[in-house]
């Protein structure tokens, strides 16, 4: 059984850099890579209008993480 893994990013089959699933994080579901913090918690607040600019911020993250939690989140939505 997988301890972690990166789930698929696209049908090109990319895996992504930065989010992770850990069953012994945040109870299996998604997050960022290194800190624990729930992909959907991200997606949420950038859905409310903050700037991914600012997430990077407040978190301390890349831009880049910050950009991959929101992709997940909204994939996984549609």
Known sequence: M?????PIIDLNRKARAYIVMDPNLSGGR?????????AEIIAERRKS??????????????????????????QRAA
């Open 2 to 6: 997988p301890v972690r893994f990166a």
């Open 49 to 74: 209008g903050e700037s991914i600019a600012r997430l990077a911020k407040d978190y301390r993250l890349s831009r880049r993480a910050i950009q991959e939690a929101v992709e997940y989140s909204q």
């Open 30 to 38: 998604p997050v960022i890579k290194g800190t624990g913090i729930a």
